[in-house]
């Protein structure tokens, strides 16, 4: 008997895992490949996990999650994004956005259905979709305009099988940051081939300079096709509470509880009073994280604009840099190999966010400046030895 399904075997490990399995070969390295803020919940959340246990709120919850957390995220989508969701019937709370993605395309999915995904983009997009039995469409962000959204290829991709879109921004890799103007085009166009919209907006608080975050669900006739997905995990450094949550149509969030009922029951309910505590408190913590990110991303910008063969356009929002090292002549895969064998630095390759992010590196600052300043001086003197060898 074949006890894995079909469906199972298509999906595929990312390499971020392969990148981490190789460097557990190294008894020192530097690691730049983690996803998660390198800080910890700030103290008034823990302490609201920790009272929860102590006072017996820990049982299960509504699958949608306990009412004053939906509330409490009903009044901060209407202070971020000027737009009221109803707690009771158009918001789900999952354990994390990873939960909330699923269950979306889950409820929406036919078996063949299309989902377009802008490459290079995160990873588990298309695995998750090819586990709902759909079919992922990547389509090329415009890396020559700081990977921004290409609309007419977009355009081009959509067919009679397209049933939504994902967008993620700021964008894990990229680290770019849509522009109103470019939602707008891709508003049109989910309204002209009635298209639901998935927006990942994990980062939409780490941005720096004059970037500014702009959700798709606010324009004209989008709410009713705009999945908003978001989660505490990044802007409060909660990723191991596992909260995340879906705002939007009621229909699909309705039924996104329902499968989740089948799947998790809920979130773990001490999580969901952090999460509460979260956005009741203050804003300091988050501030004092960008502030950091933001030294290091200008910190790893002085440092590679010093080094020969890659490039970088700054990011503009998230912890991640992503850097092109095409100059070198080397595959991402190669590149990061060669830099993890030879300086013990360890790097994410291009491509494992898709085809069109061959040819480039992530880099995550959520890491101490200490080990940024290692990790760069070793990058440097491996650029220059190749740069030297004349291997490109
Ligand atoms: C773009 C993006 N979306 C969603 C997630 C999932 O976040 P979580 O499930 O921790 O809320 C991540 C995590 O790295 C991410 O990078």
Redesign the pocket.
Known sequence: MEFISDNTRSIQYSKIRKMFNKALEYEHTINFTI??PDFVASENVAKAACQAVAEGKSKYSENAGILPLREAISGYLQRELGQKYDPVTEITVTP???AA?YQGLKVILNPEDEVIVIEPC?TNYLQQILMCGGVPVSVSADAEKGFSLDVSAIRKAITKKTKAIII?SPC?PTGAVLEKEELKQLAALAQEFDLLVIS?E??KHILFDDASFFSIATLPGMRERTLVVD?F?KTFAM?GFRV?YAAGPSEIIGNMTKLQENISACVAMPSQYAALEALSGGTEHLQYMVKCYKERRDYLAERLSAMPLVSWLPSKGTFYAFVSVRDTGFSSEEFAMKLLEEKQVVVVPGDAFGEYGEGYIRISFATSMEQLEKGMDAMESFLKQIAGAGVH
């Open positions: 996803g998660e994390g956005a990873m993605l995160w993620n894990n990942d994990v980062y989660s995990s990723t995340g």
